[in-house]
């Protein structure tokens, strides 16, 4: 069985900071793990995903994540956030079996002026 | 290409009234799947279908039921709305098992029970 944990429910920054989301699994078989984000009212969207090989995985707006398997870990960071970050941010692992994802609780990111 | 739609977008229904969600896709993907989110709770997997006629229950399946009539359509059906099925219905969608397979979102459907 997997199970994700998302260690932080809220993450207030401002514009420009650094940010980083936390994200730990478990997980008795082989690992896939996304990160989505969900913008308000809207559904979710893929973010990022880690399937295999390079640990660290980029999006297309300058989020990273990094597979720790000893840390059974996935966090995902920011450099800089944009106002435009704000949103719920989900972590998932994929079980084995027909695609199911097991979701974390989800972080809601806030950036500020 | 419209992806994923679901209908209708908000919904408010009495105690032991019964309701469909509609979910319709036009990518001709074989997977679908119904999520509820719940504030602070993440997504749960109500139910999922790996193609027509073929359905089986997730982790909270308990006062829903699912049909997979054709490819393009998988309806959720409350039968007997509770207060605890207040929640954001999610539908999604997948090509295949495969893990370079993406799932892909609606906008959700947004229902009280009250």
């Known amino acids: 069985a997997q199970s994700v944990t998302q260690l932080d429910s809220q993450v207030p920054v401002f514009e420009e900071a650094p940010v980083e989301l936390r994200c730990n699994y478990s997980s008795s078989v082989s690992v896939y793990l996304f990160w989505y984000v969900q913008y308000p009212n809207q559904g979710l969207q893929l973010l990022l995903k880690y399937l295999s090989g390079s640990t660290l995985v980029e999006s297309i707006n300058g989020f990273e994540a990094e597979f720790n398997k000893s840390q059974t870990s996935f966090h995902l960071r920011k450099p800089s956030v944009h106002i435009s970050d704000t949103a719920e941010y989900f972590c998932a692992v994929e079980g084995t079996s027909y695609g199911k994802l097991t979701f974390g609780q989800g972080t809601i990111l806030t950036v500020h002026p | 290409n419209a992806g994923v739609t679901q209908t209708p977008k908000f919904r408010i229904l009495k105690i032991g009234q019964s309701m469909t969600l509609q979910c319709t896709q036009d990518m001709n993907h074989n997977y679908m799947y119904w999520y509820r989110q719940d504030p602070g709770m993440g997504l749960k997997l109500i139910y999922y279908?790996?193609?027509?006629?073929?359905?089986d229950k997730g982790e909270v399946p308990n006062g829903y039921n699912v049909s997979r009539s054709t490819t393009e359509d998988f309806p959720l059906r409350l039968e007997l709305a509770a207060p605890s099925q207040t929640s954001v219905y999610f539908c999604?969608?997948?090509?295949?098992?495969?893990?370079?397979?993406?799932?892909?979102f609606g906008p959700g459907t947004r229902l009280t029970v009250l």
């Open positions: 279908s790996v193609g027509a006629g073929i359905t």
């Open positions: 999604a969608t997948r090509r295949g098992a495969r893990h370079t397979d993406t799932q892909y």
